[in-house]
């Protein structure tokens, strides 16, 4: 007796439906945690980067401090609610001029900007007084040559600044601050605390609180 055998027995319809549907979901299910994952590395990297400028800025701004320079007939530091100029020694050794440098909050292309304007060298005190009436006139109104001279460091929602006199904290505006030419070092305060607030919905938000003591009186930044 012939015995017959048995044909391979092919899929289904159905079972071939089925099984595109399975594939279809994994799929899926793959692509959101690799989404998810690319999601969280870049956010992991706009946040190091975030904090790397934050760190770069507040350096510049202990730098900048650090070398205040209070020379004769002119101000070494002086805030007017809206931008802090200070004169300070140049950070080029073939230079032994001074330059004055301003640091202001400004509406940059619809955002608040924290900025930094920096002179060239002064070897004159109308070179100075120049350039000290220029950083006060870009804070408000730069021309096109002004703009030259700034960098754009980072959103900022608000700043405010304290000087340490006479063993306490106060505000800038009201701690002795002043515009008029000086010819010692008290025109420099012990202390100054930088209060910065960050704007929302960035890498980082909310308020950081910098203090730089003077080494005029021995201490250290911190």
């Not at 799929?27 to 969280?40: E, F």
């Not at 990297?45 to 002119?74: F, K, N, Y």
Request: hydrophobic letters at 45%; aromatic letters at 8%.
């Amino acid at each position: 007796m012939q015995e017959h055998k048995a044909l391979p027995r092919g899929f289904t319809l159905v079972e071939l439906l089925v099984a595109i549907a399975i594939l279809a979901l994994l799929a899926v299910v793959s692509w959101r945690g690799l989404d998810g994952m690319v999601r969280s590395q870049t956010q992991t990297g706009e946040r190091t980067d975030a904090l790397l400028t934050l760190q770069t800025v507040l350096d510049q701004w202990g730098t900048d401090l650090d070398a205040l320079e209070p020379l004769p007939g002119t101000t070494a530091l002086a805030w007017d609610g809206q931008v802090l100029r200070l004169t300070r020694r140049s950070a080029r050794a073939d230079d032994a001029g001074a330059i004055v440098v301003a640091w202001a909050r400004r509406n940059v292309d619809g955002t608040d900007q924290w900025l930094r304007w920096q002179s060239p060298p002064v070897a004159t005190r109308e070179q100075w007084r120049q350039a000290w009436e220029g950083a006060a006139q870009w804070a408000r109104s730069p021309d096109a040559a002004a703009r030259q001279r700034e960098t754009v460091l980072l959103p900022l929602a608000d700043w405010q600044l304290f000087f340490y006199r006479e063993g306490a904290w106060a505000n800038a505006l009201s701690s002795g601050a002043t515009n008029t030419p000086t010819t010692a070092n008290t025109s420099v305060p012990e202390g100054v605390r930088l209060v910065l607030t960050l704007p929302d919905g960035g890498a980082y938000a909310g308020v950081i609180t910098r203090d730089w003591v003077s080494p005029l009186v021995g201490g250290n930044k911190s």
